[in-house]
């Protein structure tokens, strides 16, 4: 091994123990007593406890921020797939007036901080009585999960052959028929792609979650671990567990389908 390439395996190693010790600690420090946490700190846990998880999911119902994060991290998947492939079909086939601006509409309003339309929105679900309930939230993350899936499978479907759809419109097929029986087997790695980024932004969104949510039985995930509170300190050894809990099944998810994640990204950006 030569030189230059030995240093380029160490940079490599380096990288990723500076990146994955963060998550080591916090998955060893889930297993500590809380005296040791920061009073023992230790690498490698010299006791191995299961007090946290225990507290997590017996005094403080942590399967309901779970439940809530999956209603609505899946409800807001299932609806912005379901209309950005329509939307997105349209705007990489079809022609018609404004469709440029329409584009540029869609990625200016990605680019909106959330801290500025918190107040209107939390207003406008106020009148419609629809605060601290699930509709509530997947109507807000739909506003930033919307133009994402739009311009991933608007990339996806323009390099699409669209020889493809000229065949089946010339024997008679429509529209919609193409779409789905021609274009969506076709575009199920950019489908695929779209769904888990939409589900892991919902799944990891606080702001929203936070303002438009009055109490513990409609918390997500994010939000449930920030509320956590002890009466004399900070309960830091069962957030970290919840941290873990919350980590694990998008880690899962990830490592999963990175093959898919991948393919999905790089297809709509090399021509084929």
Known sequence: MNV??????????TVLAILLFPLYWMVTSSFTPEARIFGEPSVIPRTVVLDHYRALFGGRDFWRP?????????????VSVGLGVLCAYALARLQFRGKTVMLAFILGVSMFPQISIVSPLYLLLRELRLINTYPGLVLPYLTFAMPLTIWLL??????LPA???????MDGAGRLRTLREIILPLA???LATAAILTFLYCWN???FALSFTLGPERYTVPVAIALFRGQYQVPWGEILAAAVVATLPVALLVL?????????????AVKG
């Not at 608007?154 to 390099?159: E, T």
């Open 66 to 78: 779970i439940r809530n994060s999956l209603v609505v991290a899946g409800a807001t998947t299932a």
């Open 154 to 159: 608007v990339g996806f479907f323009r390099q």
């Open 163 to 169: 020889e493809l759809e000229e065949a089946a419109l």
């Open 4 to 13: 230059s390439r030995l240093l380029r395996v160490l940079g490599v190693v």
């Open 188 to 190: 199920w790695p950019g």
């Open 256 to 268: 999963v389908a990175q093959r898919r994640i991948v393919a999905g990204l790089t297809a709509g």
């Open 205 to 207: 969104e606080f702001l």
